[in-house]
């Protein structure tokens, strides 16, 4: 109290000058309060206003907009009001979106996490897509456990009849070893009596197409129904109930044959070997025999391209020697001149091909010299033709084999003419 008497005294007793400064000082503090004041009101007002377009969240004591004066104290609101105004928004939005949310996508302590496996099916054209290179190593390769997995992996109830038509229709495309490797894969695979029956009845729907391919079509057909009726595959009377179908005339072809399979005698015995074997699974006594039959149906035909074709099916390349001395014989137990020229066209035409190796061919030729004094017992002058032969093959067979077949023909001649040598130009 006492220095405010004394600072009015000095502003009273002050000269002129002074006191007007001090007024002019103490005017702008009262107009620095009043725009205070004034941007206090202005900030509170606009912080209450909401803006336009947007929802109304906050009260005007709980703005969260800062007002264009910048505001004041308390403008921005208090620490609780503004927890609880989150707190009820995300419990109004968690609300609103509740029904967009899937259980099982939720975790929570009231909320249990259930899995839902789902399996897509796939389309013919898909499976046999897959399954066209596996069969192609089956073929190869010959295991069936593999081949037996690839198939489980694609079993559907409504694909597994397309799976059994497209498993026949690979076989009747193929030779009768890969034949019998179909029909063991169908004996072993898990599906019902009526996926094999769709099955087989597709097969006989397309015949007029597989005939393109596959001129003996009703053959091989008829061959796959009787060895699945033997397996217990197909039921006996799929075949008679088969002849009531709509199918084409060359299934019923196919049919025919089937039923003619299955009734011969001793049928299930004979049925077992229906697709014939194969070279590594033959005898050498059966192999044998089949090598005279193709050379001597060769001898009379000169179908270089059938006999070819015939030593292929015998699928015993490590026993190809065995058609070359077997031909080396034929061709030199006579010597008769169009015989030796066939057997010697065959072997040039074999050899060139690569379809009989050079080891064999001279594995064959080693078997004749090695089995001479055997064949002089029933052909005496065989050593003079194999002579005549080699002459022919010179292109053929190895230099040391037509030296040791003309040293036995000099040796034969020599013991005809009381010991005398023939020289060379006799020869």
Not at 253 to 270: C, E
Not at 354 to 379: F, H, P, T, Y
Not at 381 to 406: E, G, H
Request: hydrophobic share 40%; net charge neutral; with cysteine.
């Amino acid at each position: 109290m006492a220095m405010t008497s004394c600072i009015t005294t000095l502003a009273a007793g002050a000269p002129l000058k002074l006191r007007k400064e001090m007024n002019d000082s103490r005017s702008q503090k009262l107009l620095v309060s009043e725009k205070r004041e004034r941007s206090r009101s202005i900030g509170s007002a606009q912080a209450a206003r909401p803006p336009k377009g947007k929802p109304r969240f906050l009260s005007s004591k709980t703005s969260r907009q800062k007002g264009k004066a910048g505001g004041g104290k308390g403008s921005w609101g208090s620490l609780n009001d503004e927890i609880q105004v989150g707190v009820s928004d995300t419990c109004e939005s968690r609300v609103a979106k509740d029904d967009l949310i899937h259980p099982a996508l939720v975790v929570g302590d009231s909320m249990n996490v259930e899995l839902v496996e789902k399996s897509w099916g796939i389309s013919s054209a898909e499976m046999e897509d897959y399954l066209r290179p596996r069969m192609n190593e089956y073929f190869v390769s010959q295991d069936i456990e593999e081949a037996l997995n690839v198939v489980i992996t694609l079993a559907q109830p409504d694909l597994n009849s397309d799976i059994v038509a497209f498993l026949i229709v690979s076989g009747i495309e193929r030779n009768d070893p890969q034949r019998a490797l179909v029909s063991e894969l169908l004996t072993r695979l898990p599906f019902q009596n009526a996926d094999f029956t769709a099955g087989f009845t597709k097969v006989l729907a397309q015949c007029d197409d597989l005939r393109l391919d596959t001129p003996g079509v009703c053959a091989v057909i008829g061959k796959f129904l009787a060895r699945a009726i033997l397996d217990n595959v197909l039921p006996m009377a799929y075949l008679a109930n088969c002849e009531y179908m709509m199918i084409p005339d060359l299934a019923h072809r196919a049919i025919s044959k089937g039923q003619a399979l299955v009734a011969i005698p001793q049928a299930f015995y004979r049925l077992k070997n229906i697709w014939g074997t194969s070279g590594g699974q033959s005898s050498v006594d059966q192999l044998k025999v089949k090598v005279s039959l193709l050379l001597h149906e060769y001898l009379g035909s000169a179908d270089i391209e059938e006999a070819e074709a015939c030593i292929r099916d015998l699928r015993a390349p490590h026993f190809h020697h065995d058609v070359v001395y077997q031909a080396i014989v034929i061709a030199t137990e006579d010597g008769v001149e169009t015989r030796m020229l066939r057997i010697a066209a065959l072997l040039r035409s074999a050899n060139k091909s690569a379809l009989i190796s050079d080891v064999q061919m001279e594995k064959g030729a080693n078997r004749v010299l090695a089995a001479m004094s055997d064949l002089q017992l029933d052909s005496p002058r065989i050593t003079l033709y194999l002579d005549s032969f080699c002459q022919v093959t010179s292109d053929i067979f190895s230099k040391a084999f037509r030296v040791r077949a003309a040293q036995l023909a000099a040796k034969a001649v020599n013991a005809a003419k009381g010991g005398r040598v023939r020289s060379l130009s006799e020869r």
